[in-house]
């Protein structure tokens, strides 16, 4: 039916007054940033709308300092009680890890023997020195550590901390909180309760590691965040048992379908043990099994050319993490052009892992522009001491991001999420509402009389490689 004369008049106005505050804010933003001092840009893109974090690792989530004040709170962790290891005794028939700040419960520590027992010293009781060491244990955060220090040091050291169900429960909480201030709306987070362990030692059974995850997500101060939060399950990829893993992740996200939305494949790319071809065989008997399970991958987490990528979409994924040597395979870059594929990409671990120490030539930006969908994300904030604004400060710094960018990066975190339709389609709604504010706020010559309100949490890495501070 051929519209009325005067609606058609009518919806070009509307669309035209919409192009013009979009392409105002556009020049408003750009005038912004060459007036803005650095502590004011980190400001802004702390109050900026963000959308979503989709690659996320649950366990190396949390800061340090939100793991030590957690740890020794005993009405925090139910009584239990955590010990690290601070010497080594050479005792005799000694099976312990050569680790030291290596972290474990009060009921692994008592099967110790006593020579043992004297290497470990309670968390509540380190000094201040023993203390700050235990900090930057679990960080990338001095000279010469980097991707073996992370993949094969600090995890172990976490332990048994992320093993605890009341500290990870009560953590998520926490951090729901951190990401709200932010301007976050969803989380999308790597959770495996089948991992956690109780106060005996013992393996606590799956589904009552969901419900301790579920009773957490009900609580009123996380409710009172706004945020939404779903979870994938991990498969740790170069494992001997991985093919078994991924059957069983099916199986457990098909019972957990409202919780967990999606499977996920971790684990160090440059490990043969757990290339993507590997795996082929096994996803196609899942996808006979089962219907509407979605997969985000990592792949082509290396730094050196190769078709990991093409590898990992033959899988089945729609979302790939990391994505880094896609650039080396001109073909898979062309095929997830304009595509239903994102990259999750994670601007400072791969600076810390050292894919790219010059961080100014992160493939990132080369996917941005070149019109593959892209989204900004922490992945291992705990370990790498950082936030979501310092990811979204990093990009817009190295690669002078437009508004429209950075509101494209924030859309496509929600629209390529895993959550249900009616759940996505809110939280859209409600990014576009939030991007309007935010012009609204800063679209006038007082912007920065507006940012004077704005009070960011400062990141250790953030006060380690910005040269920022409080307005």
Not at 74 to 96: A, I, M, Q, V, W
Not at 360 to 370: A, C, G, P, T
Request: net charge neutral; glycine share 8%.
């Amino acid at each position: 039916m051929k519209q009325p004369a005067i609606l058609r008049l009518a919806l070009c106005a509307y669309a035209c007054v919409g192009l013009a505050v979009a392409a105002s804010f556009d020049d408003q933003f750009e005038a912004i940033k060459k007036k803005a001092t650095k502590s004011q840009m980190y400001s802004l893109m702390w109050d900026a709308p963000k959308g979503g974090d989709l690659h996320h690792h649950f366990g190396l989530s949390n800061l340090a300092d939100q793991w030590y004040t957690a740890a020794i709170d005993k009405k925090r962790t139910h009584g239990n009680e955590f010990y690290t290891r601070t010497r080594f005794n050479e005792c005799p028939d000694s099976e312990e890890p050569f680790l030291r700040f290596r972290n474990i419960q009060r009921s692994t520590y008592l099967k110790l023997s006593d020579c043992a027992k004297e290497e470990y010293r309670g968390l509540a009781a380190l000094s201040p020195k023993q203390k700050e060491d235990w900090l930057s244990s679990l960080k990338v955060d001095r000279p010469g550590e980097g991707r073996e220090e992370f993949f094969e040091v600090i995890v172990k050291r976490v332990g048994e901390l992320f093993r605890d169900p009341y500290l990870a429960a009560d953590l998520l909480v926490e951090n729901m909180k951190l990401y709200s201030a932010q301007g976050l709306r969803y989380l999308e987070s790597m959770a495996s309760p089948q991992n956690f362990m109780d106060q005996e030692g013992n393996r606590v059974d799956p589904e009552k590691g969901v419900q301790f995850l579920r009773e957490a997500l009900e609580r009123p101060d996380a409710k009172a965040t706004g945020m939404t939060v779903r979870f994938m399950l991990t498969v740790i990829r170069f494992a001997p048992n991985a093919e078994e893993q991924v059957e069983r992740a099916y199986q457990f996200v098909d019972q957990h379908r409202d919780l967990w939305v999606g499977i996920n494949m971790a684990g160090r790319g440059d490990n043969d043990r757990g290339n993507a071809a590997r795996f082929i065989e096994t996803f196609r008997a899942m996808r006979r099994k089962y219907s509407g399970i979605q997969l985000s991958l990592h792949g082509g987490e290396v730094g050196f050319p190769g078709p990991d990528v093409r590898d990992t979409l033959l899988l089945g994924a729609t979302r790939i993490g990391h994505g880094l040597n896609v650039i080396s395979d001109p073909q898979t870059m062309l095929l997830m052009r304009d595509n239903k594929y994102l990259i999750e990409s994670n601007l400072t671990g791969g600076k810390l892992v050292e894919y790219f120490p010059d961080l100014s030539k992160h493939v990132f930006i080369e996917f941005l522009r070149f019109g593959i969908p892209v989204c900004l994300n922490t992945d291992d904030p705990g370990s790498w001491d950082t936030t979501m604004t310092d990811e979204y400060y990093t990009a817009m710094t190295n690669f002078n991001l437009t508004w429209g960018e950075l509101v494209q990066i924030g859309r496509d975190s929600l629209k390529y999420s895993f959550v249900q339709a009616a759940e996505k389609e809110r939280m859209l709604k409600e990014y576009a509402e939030s991007v309007a504010k935010f012009e609204q706020r800063y679209g006038d010559a007082n912007w920065a009389k507006h940012l004077a309100s704005v009070k960011p949490i400062y990141s250790g890495y953030s006060k380690r490689n910005f040269e920022v501070s409080p307005n």
